[in-house]
């Protein structure tokens, strides 16, 4: 029966969804963040402890230093909480899937290669751009943190793009461990890094030995960036924060597809 006679007959054809790469990203990005939604033991974390620790240092004990600690806190807890996306958001579940074997499932699938990273590259920003925006309420309102319109816009899209080298790092070690041991190589990686990296205090506050060795951190890198931004930075140049950076992104990625092509 044709198209024509299925019409006169009364019967209404839906004809198949075209199929396009861009709808295939698309309906993979949302079921990602539909899952991930659905997973209150990484959402509750991910986006209440920025802002908690925020609301604790930043606002209620941030003594006589008073705006500016909160002006400091706000870059670098942002940085904390993209962090956090990033690496629980690929390095987690990555790992996990790897470990069920979803990965081989979506390799078999017809649908572009690059959708499942890129679904999880969006959901990880998204929940990027939500933990820098509500840092940024706390910080307008309860904070006194006074900004330029300009720096209020730069922040968050320095936290949201701040956030592809760990996404890159999550990968790496997503790749690279099981699933029951990733969410401790995860917090060994997370916790000390923005420790470490002058995030949860400014370095000038930690023996001078921690200082020196900061650099060693993308977190750090990161950190000045974002707080060049608000003009709290220790000064070093931006070129060479943004070529670490990028440089430690490209290493991950190459080590990620390595892993892969070995079938890892």
Known sequence: ????????????????????????????????????????????????????FYLLFGVLLAGR???????????TYGVFGVMGAALFGFGVSVAVERERGLLTLKRALPMPPGAYLAAKLATALAFSAVISIALAGLAATLGDVVLTPRQWLMLPAV???GALPFCALGLAV??????????????????????????????????????????????????????????????????????????????CLMYARWRLARGG
């Not at 230093?65 to 870059?75: Q, W």
């Not at 400014?202 to 650099?215: Q, R």
């Open 174 to 251: 997503g790749v690279s461990v099981s699933g029951s041991a990733a969410p401790a190589v995860v917090n060994l990686l997370f916790l000390p890094m923005s420790f470490l990296s002058g995030l949860w205090m400014p370095l000038t506050a930690l023996p001078p030995v921690f200082a020196k060795l900061a650099a060693a951190w993308p977190a750090y890198h990161l950190g000045q960036v974002a707080l060049k931004v608000i003009g709290l930075d220790a000064g070093g140049a931006l070129a060479l924060h943004l070529a670490v950076l990028v440089g430690f992104t490209a290493a």
């Open 65 to 75: 230093h008073g705006a500016e600690a909160a002006r400091y806190l706000l870059a």
């Open 159 to 161: 936290h949201v793009l």
């Open 1 to 52: 029966m044709n198209a024509s006679a299925s019409n006169r007959a009364g019967l209404h054809i839906v004809p198949p969804a075209r199929f396009t790469p861009w709808r295939a990203y698309r309906l993979e990005a949302a079921y990602e963040l539909i899952r991930t939604l659905r997973t209150p033991s990484f959402v509750l974390p991910t986006l209440l402890f920025p802002l908690m």
